[in-house]
């Protein structure tokens, strides 16, 4: 089996979050960059796979040279080869068409995408890479068993959950779950070491449309002042939370 992981490089999550240029451009500077953290997940439940049944593990990313220390460090954890599409995500569209180009060149069995990035949370890229590449598609993955061309997902859904049976080839929208926290792993320097001599592939953007453009970014509205209330007094409460907070 042949596995494909895609992976985003987004902002770590404590990284204090500014704009520049009239708040229309990302201001990465002082900015931590991780693998998105459903991706991780993504890459640890490949990995199980490279070592119960011998899959081969790859993983791509679309972006500049500056995300080659995240790609780095899923090649530590243990993926075989990486490719890099030289081009910046700007579009969900356009990386989901840089994507399915991999994976047609590739001839991958199964993709492994995150159901979303924590940055753009646009949680479209795994959708319509199934679609250009008309593979079957899982969203919501929180866990996956392959048996040759067979495959069994269990998704999360309003409510609950639900057991699906599919086949190979297939692309998931994994999260949470694919493996528990613990899971995860941190390269080591054995891993680190053999990093540096796995492929790293830099190809070109395919032309492909960009549908959407970013025109400005807002950070949300500061929080207001509080406003402490007896524990006695309900009524005081009542109508602030009717006449002020306007909830009731």
Known sequence: MKILVCISNVPDTTSKINFTEGDTKF???????VINPNDEFGLT??????EKQGAAVHV??????????TIRKALAIGADEAIRVNAEPT???????????VVKNGGYDLVIAGRESIDYNGG???GILATLLDMNFVNTCINLEVDGENATAIREIDGGKEKISTSLPLVIGGQKGLVEESDLR?????????ARQKKLNVVEPVNAPQPTHDQKFEKPAPKGPVKLVDAGNVG???????N???VI
């Open 27 to 33: 201001d990465t500077n002082g900015v931590q960059f």
């Open 45 to 50: 439940r490949a990995m199980w796979f490279k």
């Open 60 to 69: 791509a990313t679309v972006g500049g040279a500056q995300t080659e220390p």
């Open 91 to 101: 579009d969900g569209f356009f990386v989901a068409k840089q994507l399915a180009e």
């Open 124 to 126: 479209m890229v795994p």
């Open 186 to 194: 941190i390269p080591n320097m054995r891993g680190i070491m053999q």
């Open 236 to 242: 005081e409460l009542v109508e602030l939370l009717h």
């Open 244 to 246: 002020e907070a306007k």
